[in-house]
C-alpha cells in the first residue's frame, strides 16, 4: 500500500478544488493507496503542509490546484524519497500538461491508480527558490505580475494581459553567463525552461527535457510589431525556437546581469528581483509519480 497525501487548494479552478475529496473517494484505487486529504488555508501552506508529510514519509503527495499549489508541494518533495503528482486545476498548468496530467480531475485521478515512480530535474534561483517548469524574466516576467494583479483568473484575462502589456513594456539590456557561453543582448524576453511550455499549450522551448541536467534559455530579441501574428502562431505550434529572432542556449548554470531590479518569475508566480540572478539545474532530484 502506497501512503499518498492530497494537498488541496479549495479556491482553485474557481472553487473546483472543494469537489476533488468526493472523486477521490468514488474514483482513487483503495486496494493501492492509504489517503489523506487536506486543504491549504494560506500562501505558504501547502509547503508546510507537504514538509510535514514528507517528515511522515508519505509516498506521494499530490499538488491540487494551480501552478503556485504545484511549486509550493514540489519545493517541499523536491530531493526527497517522496514523489509529487498533480491533480491541474489552475490556469496555465504547465508542468502538468508536460507529464500529461489530465485537466479533469476525475481522469487525473484515475491516472493515478496506474502510476509509476520516475525521476526529473528542477531548477533552484539565487540558491533559494526552487523552480519546476520555467523562469524568466523581461517581458513574460511583466505579464505575470500584471496577471496577478487581475481580479479574474483563466485564459481570457491571460490574452488581455499579454496583448495590453505588449505596448507599455520597453526591452532592456541582458549578460548571460554560463559554462558554455557569454552572451549580451537587448531582448523582449529570456526563458530558463526545465519543462517545455508557460502553461496553456504556449511551448516557450519545444526542446527542453525535463532530465537531462540542462536548462533551455530562449532569447527573444528585439523583433517588428508585424512579427507578432508569426510568434503566436509558433508559439502555439511548437515552432518558436525556428523564429529568426530566437536564440537558443543549453546549459546547466547561468548568471543573468540587467540594467536595474524589475520582476522576475517562476512557475507563472512574479517577484521581485535585483540585477543579477542565478539559475541552476540540480539533476533528476524530483520524484514523480504519474
Given at each position: 500500500m502506497l501512503k499518498i497525501a492530497f494537498i488541496i487548494n479549495p479556491i482553485s479552478g474557481k472553487g473546483k478544488g472543494n469537489l476533488v475529496p468526493k472523486l477521490i473517494e468514488k474514483y482513487l484505487d483503495k486496494s493501492r493507496f492509504n489517503s489523506e486529504i487536506v486543504f491549504t488555508q494560506y500562501g505558504g501552506h501547502g509547503k508546510e503542509l507537504a514538509s510535514s508529510f514528507v517528515q511522515q514519509n508519505y509516498d506521494i503527495v499530490v499538488a491540487v490546484g494551480g501552478d503556485g499549489t504545484m511549486n509550493e508541494v514540489a519545493s517541499s518533495v523536491a530531493n526527497t524519497n517522496t514523489a509529487l503528482a498533480i491533480i491541474p486545476l489552475g490556469s496555465g498548468n504547465g508542468l502538468a500538461r508536460f507529464h500529461g496530467y489530465s485537466l479533469n480531475p476525475k481522469k487525473a485521478i484515475q491516472q493515478l491508480n496506474q502510476g509509476k515512480f520516475y525521476t526529473s530535474d528542477y531548477g533552484v534561483i539565487d540558491g533559494n527558490q526552487d523552480f519546476f517548469c520555467t523562469c524568466g524574466i523581461g517581458y513574460d516576467a511583466f505579464v505575470s505580475q500584471r496577471f496577478a494583479e487581475q481580479s479574474s483568473r483563466g485564459l481570457k484575462t491571460y490574452l488581455k494581459v499579454i496583448f495590453e502589456s505588449f505596448f507599455s513594456?520597453?526591452?532592456?539590456?541582458?549578460?548571460?553567463?554560463?559554462?558554455?557561453?557569454?552572451?549580451?543582448?537587448?531582448?523582449?524576453?529570456?526563458?530558463?525552461?526545465?519543462?517545455?511550455?508557460?502553461?496553456?499549450?504556449?511551448?516557450?522551448?519545444?526542446?527542453?527535457?525535463?532530465?537531462?541536467?540542462?536548462?533551455?534559455?530562449?532569447?527573444?530579441?528585439?523583433?517588428?510589431?508585424?512579427?507578432?501574428?508569426?510568434?503566436?502562431?509558433?508559439?502555439?505550434?511548437?515552432?518558436?525556437?525556428?523564429?529568426?529572432?530566437?536564440?537558443?542556449?543549453?546549459?546547466?548554470?547561468?548568471?543573468?546581469?540587467?540594467?536595474?531590479?524589475?520582476?522576475?518569475?517562476?512557475?507563472?508566480?512574479?517577484?521581485?528581483?535585483?540585477?543579477?540572478?542565478?539559475?541552476?539545474?540540480?539533476?533528476?532530484?524530483?520524484?514523480i509519480f504519474k
Open positions: 513594456y520597453k526591452p532592456l539590456f541582458y549578460k548571460l553567463s554560463g559554462d558554455k557561453f557569454n552572451c549580451e543582448e537587448k531582448a523582449f524576453l529570456i526563458t530558463f525552461a526545465n519543462a517545455n511550455q508557460w502553461g496553456n499549450n504556449a511551448y516557450v522551448d519545444p526542446d527542453a527535457v525535463i532530465d537531462d541536467g540542462l536548462m533551455e534559455i530562449s532569447i527573444l530579441t528585439e523583433f517588428p510589431k508585424w512579427e507578432i501574428p508569426i510568434l503566436v502562431y509558433q508559439l502555439f505550434t511548437k515552432k518558436i525556437n525556428k523564429n529568426p529572432y530566437v536564440k537558443t542556449y543549453q546549459t546547466n548554470s547561468v548568471t543573468v546581469s540587467r540594467e536595474e531590479s524589475g520582476p522576475f518569475h517562476f512557475d507563472g508566480e512574479s517577484f521581485p528581483k535585483g540585477k543579477e540572478i542565478k539559475i541552476e539545474i540540480i539533476h533528476n532530484k524530483l520524484k
